[in-house]
C-alpha cells in the first residue's frame, strides 16, 4: 500500500490546515521553514488574512466547546463579532487615552497577553497563549493561533462576566436569607408561646398533659395568617399570669394581727409576730405552692444526742413539718454508722454529713455556726428556697408550715416572751462580743429555731461565729453561748418575722390561755445522760 509522508494510508484524509497536507505556500504562516523569509511581508498578511475564516469556521466547535461565547449584549452592534479583536482594542485604548486625561477614570485592567499589540499584527510577540504550544521567539502567530486567540480572549470576558453573575447572586441570596432570619425571629420573640427553645413541646392547660402535641412554631407558619389582635389578647392575659405568679404576697393578704388582741402581734419596726390564728394558711399555700418551694432543715446530733433524740425529731419534722412541700433535711452527726432508720414521706429528703464532735458541748453549741454557714456556700444555697436551724432536742407537735417563711426569722424564748428587756439573760459584760447593755433590747430569742433564705441565715452564722471567735482571742465566753450572740445580731439586725412561744414551747411552764396549738415542744433536757463529755 502506498504510504504518505507520515506514514498513513492513501485514502487518509488530513485536515487541510495540516503541516502535513498545506501546500508550500501554506506553510509559510506556519512560522517554520525557510520559506518564511522569501515572501515579502505585504503577500504574507494578505494569505493570513484570507486563511482567517476558512480557519475560524474549521476550528469553531472545538473552541466552542473548550471556550464557550458569552451572550452578546443587547448595546453591542449586530456586525460587532466580526470585528478583529486587535482593531477593537486599538480604539478602545485609543479612546482612554485621549479621555484618561480629562475623567481621570480607572483604565480597565487587561491580562498581559492583551496589553501586547503585536500579538495579533505582524511582528512577533513575546506573550503567547497557555493552552497553546510555544512557538520559537523568531516565529509568527500562525492563522489558527489567531482564531485561538479570539476565542479565548471572548471566553475570558465571559467567564469574568460569569464570575460577577455569580457574586452578585450570592449577595442577592444572602439578602434573602438574612430577612427571612430577622423577620422569623421578631415574629418569635413577639409570639406569647416564644421560648428560649425554638421549637418545644407545649402543653395546653386546658388540656393537661394528655392533650394533643402542639410543636410551636409561629402561627402565620401553620395557617398563613398573623392574628395579631389575638397574640395581642394573649400576650396580655400572658403578662397578667406572670404578674400574678411573681408579685410578692403582701403582708395584709394573709396576716391579720388583730385576731389575737391579747398578745404582741406586730413590733415597733412592723415585723408580724405569728400566732395561731392570725394568718390565712389557704392563701399561702396557694402563692408558695405556684412558687413550687424547697425548704432546708439542719440539725446536729453529736454523741448520745443521736441515740435519745434524732430518731423522734426525723420522724415528727417528716410528719409535720412544710406539709406537702419539698423539704431537705440536712443531718450533721459525728459518727454515721450510729443513723437511726426513718422511713420519709413523698417530697422528702436527707443528706447526712460526718463533722469533728468537739470535746465540750459549749463549743459543739457554738461550732455549729461555723459548720452551717460552710455547707450554705458549698451547697445549700442552691438547693433551697429557705433554710431552718433547729436543736435535735425538740419533736413537733402540729403543722409547722408556710407562716413560718421569711427572709429572716426569730423565735421568742418561751420562758421570756412576757418579761421586760432589763430582766433578759443578756450577756451584760462590755468585754464579750455579744454584750447588750440595759435599757436596751426588744425580745429574747431562741437559738433552738432561726431561719429564712440562705443568704440571711449565712449572715446570721458568720456574725455569730466571728463574736465567737473575738470572745475566745479575749479569754471570755458569752453566757448562753450562741444564743447570747444571736440576740446581739438580731438587736443590731432586726428580723423580718418573729415566731410566738408556740412554735417552740416547754410543757414545764404549764400551758396557759396564749398558747392555742403547740407547734413544737422541747425535750425532757437529759442533761446527766447526753453531756457526759464535760
Not at 487615552?97 to 495579533?120: K, N, Q, V
Request: charged fraction near 25%.
Amino acid at each position: 500500500m502506498k504510504q504518505t509522508p507520515l506514514g498513513l494510508p492513501a485514502t487518509t484524509r488530513t485536515h487541510p490546515l495540516s503541516r502535513r497536507a498545506r501546500p508550500a505556500s501554506q506553510l509559510s504562516l506556519s512560522g517554520a521553514g525557510p520559506a518564511l523569509h522569501k515572501q515579502p511581508r505585504a503577500a504574507r498578511s494578505r494569505e493570513r488574512a484570507s486563511l482567517l475564516p476558512s480557519a475560524r469556521r474549521s476550528l469553531a466547535p472545538l473552541l466552542a466547546a473548550l471556550c464557550p461565547l458569552p451572550r452578546r449584549s443587547a448595546r453591542q452592534p449586530a456586525g460587532a463579532q466580526e470585528a478583529h479583536p486587535a482593531g477593537l482594542r486599538r480604539r478602545r485604548r485609543d479612546r482612554s487615552s485621549d479621555s484618561r486625561g480629562r475623567r481621570g477614570g480607572r483604565e480597565r485592567r487587561r491580562s498581559p497577553a492583551l496589553s501586547e499589540p503585536s500579538f495579533c499584527g505582524s511582528g512577533v510577540g513575546p506573550q503567547h497563549l497557555p493552552f497553546l504550544p510555544a512557538l520559537p521567539s523568531s516565529a509568527e502567530r500562525s492563522s489558527i493561533e489567531l482564531c485561538c486567540f479570539a476565542f479565548y480572549s471572548e471566553g475570558r470576558e465571559a467567564d469574568d462576566e460569569e464570575k460577577i453573575m455569580n457574586v452578585k447572586g450570592k449577595v442577592i441570596l444572602s439578602m434573602l436569607v438574612v430577612s427571612t432570619v430577622v423577620v422569623v425571629f421578631w415574629e418569635y420573640i413577639n409570639s406569647p408561646e416564644g421560648s428560649f427553645l425554638w421549637i418545644y413541646h407545649s402543653k395546653n392547660s386546658e388540656l393537661g398533659d394528655n392533650g394533643s402535641q402542639n410543636w410551636w412554631f409561629p402561627s402565620w407558619f401553620k395557617n398563613g395568617t398573623h392574628n395579631y389582635q389575638g397574640e395581642e389578647e394573649d400576650i396580655d392575659r400572658d403578662k397578667e399570669q406572670r404578674k400574678e405568679d411573681n408579685e410578692e404576697l403582701q403582708l395584709s393578704d394573709w396576716f391579720n394581727p388583730q385576731k389575737r388582741p391579747e398578745v404582741v402581734t406586730v413590733t415597733g419596726w412592723k415585723a408580724p409576730v405569728v400566732w395561731e390564728g392570725t394568718y390565712n394558711r389557704d392563701i399561702l399555700e396557694n402563692y408558695y405552692g405556684k412558687q413550687k418551694i424547697t425548704v432546708g432543715l439542719t440539725v446536729f446530733a453529736i454523741g448520745k444526742y443521736i441515740e435519745h433524740y434524732l430518731e423522734e425529731f426525723l420522724t415528727s419534722a417528716n410528719k409535720h413539718f412544710m406539709v406537702g412541700h419539698k423539704v431537705i433535711f440536712y443531718i450533721m452527726v459525728d459518727d454515721v454508722s450510729r443513723l437511726p432508720l426513718v422511713e420519709l414521706g413523698p417530697l422528702r429528703s436527707f443528706k447526712v454529713f460526718e463533722i469533728q464532735p468537739e470535746k465540750r458541748w459549749q463549743d459543739i453549741s457554738m461550732m455549729r455556726m461555723k459548720t452551717i454557714g460552710e455547707h450554705i456556700v458549698t451547697h445549700i444555697q442552691h438547693e433551697v428556697d429557705f433554710l431552718f436551724c433547729m436543736d435535735v432536742d425538740q419533736v413537733f407537735q402540729n403543722t409547722f408550715g408556710l407562716e413560718t417563711l421569711g427572709q429572716s426569722v426569730a423565735q421568742l424564748q418561751a420562758w421570756w416572751y412576757k418579761a421586760e428587756p432589763d430582766k433578759f439573760t443578756y450577756e451584760r459584760r462590755k468585754e464579750s462580743a455579744a454584750y447588750i447593755p440595759f435599757g436596751q433590747g426588744d425580745f429574747y430569742y431562741h437559738a433552738a429555731i432561726f431561719g429564712g433564705t440562705p443568704i440571711q441565715v449565712l449572715n446570721i452564722t458568720q456574725e455569730c461565729f466571728k463574736g465567737i471567735l473575738q470572745d475566745k482571742r479575749n479569754d471570755i465566753e458569752a453566757e448562753w453561748h450562741d444564743e447570747s450572740h444571736l440576740n446581739k445580731y438580731f438587736l443590731l439586725n432586726k428580723p423580718t418575722k418573729i415566731l410566738s412561744p408556740e412554735y417552740c414551747w416547754d410543757y414545764h411552764i404549764g400551758l396557759p390561755a396564749d398558747i392555742k396549738t403547740v407547734k413544737l415542744s422541747w425535750q425532757t433536757k437529759e442533761y446527766n445522760l447526753v453531756r457526759n463529755n464535760i
